[in-house]
């Protein structure tokens, strides 16, 4: 591991009280990232963006099954990216069948991978072990 | 969702008491607009002032706003946004849809 890097395992209740928890500690590290050349406050809030969306949408896809109700988050870095895992036990959903939100039609929902995919720069979802993985990650170089 | 309730002549002022607005209390938003404009108020302002995040939801819970006072042929207007929270609303482009002002009082200033 470089002496640089953190790697944190959080897994939370699927209950949105929680987000605003997760959504801060993914504002700290990005605060804590010194070697980003970019404006700290910024990334703090695509951080916490993309940590809340991808909870939130992991909350609304998660199953009903009693012993699933939890969501696991990881939040790693070295010195090149920032990496966070988001992973659900629901019945997952199809990432590319997603539209991009018509300001026109001004539809209530929709708008939260759009934001996700917006702010961070690399964002793939997929099926992995048991669950559904929203895996997204920021450049911290130029 | 903690807000704050004013009238200022003709104008029905939502001022949001929280940091953050997200899935966890967006829906409380969305009802107080809704209750204002099924109550027959017909001018609603929301402060966004202390707003210092909003996710989708949040979003999604001004959008629902706007289409209740246009389904009531009432008018929605935000104002005092912090920077962070305005850029969520250029990046979704929610800014040409929204009457968005700099200040509450500028807001106010244009209902009359």
Redesign the interface.
Known sequence: MDKNSIELQIKVPNK??Y??LI?KIGEDIANELNRYAGNH??LA?HI??AL??AM?NA?KYASNDKNDNHVDISITTNDYELTIKVTDYGQGFDINAIPT?D?NI???????I??IK??MDNVSYSKENNGNVLKMCKKLTA | MNLVKENRGNVVIIKIQEE?V???NSDGLKLEIQKAFENGDKNLLVNLESVH?I???G???L??G??NATSHNGVLKLSSMQS?VKS?FE????H??FEIFDSEADAIASFK
């Open positions: 949105t009280e987000l605003s959504g406050e910024i809030y916490n963006l809340t969306e939130a909350i939100p300001v001004l539809d209530e929902h929709g708008r939260g759009f934001l917006a702010v | 953050r997200d899935a966890h995040f996710d989708s939801s979003l999604g819970a959008v629902s706007f289409k962070q969520m990046l979704t482009r929610l040409r849809v």
